[in-house]
């Protein structure tokens, strides 16, 4: 059995579609490609703000709340996440889960953090990664700035 999620990267109000980190191309209304995407029968419509981090901001909370009229399947939402507030406010959107990629690297403790407050189910860690040698560099805001974590050694500082 497999499950069919939709992911819908998002700058301001605009769906956007990532050309390998370097440009993007707008491509329409998030809220309604992702309204498609549920008509198509979607399992689940993650929403992340691609420049929430670059930016210092969380702004995805009402794109959720217009999304849950019309969506019946699992809305994660990721970008700008970065602290127990930020999860509040896109939880209490509507969303069902938070996505952490940056302020997870920045500061791994706040994944138990979340996770104690809102429960494991709630909490997905996503890790931007690129090829580097033989191995796979974790990468934060947006895709811009390298860590020097080889992403299959990173999973121990996360673990709850």
């Known amino acids: 059995m497999f499950r069919i999620i939709a992911r819908c990267d998002v700058k301001g109000k605009n ?3 990532g050309i390998r980190y370097e440009g ?11 309204k498609n995407y549920y008509i198509d029968g979607v399992d689940e419509i993650v929403y992340i703000d691609a420049v929430a981090s670059l930016y210092e901001r969380s702004s995805l909370a009402p794109l959720v ?3 849950v009229k019309n969506i019946f399947v699992p809305i994660s939402v990721g ?4 602290d127990l507030e930020s999860a509040r406010a896109i939880l209490k959107s509507g969303a069902e889960k938070v996505i952490v990629n940056t302020a997870a690297i920045n500061n791994p403790n706040l994944i138990s953090i979340l996770s104690k ?3 494991r189910q709630c909490v997905v860690v996503s890790i931007q990664a690129k090829k580097r040698d033989k191995n796979w560099e974790a990468l934060t805001h947006c895709g811009r700035t390298t860590t020097g974590w080889d992403v299959s050694l990173g999973w121990i500082l996360f673990k709850t």
């Open 24 to 34: 993007v191309r707008v491509i329409g209304d998030p809220a309604e490609y992702a």
């Open 117 to 119: 407050e809102f429960g």
């Open 15 to 17: 769906l956007i579609k």
């Open 65 to 67: 709340e217009t999304s």
């Open 79 to 82: 970008g700008g996440i970065k």
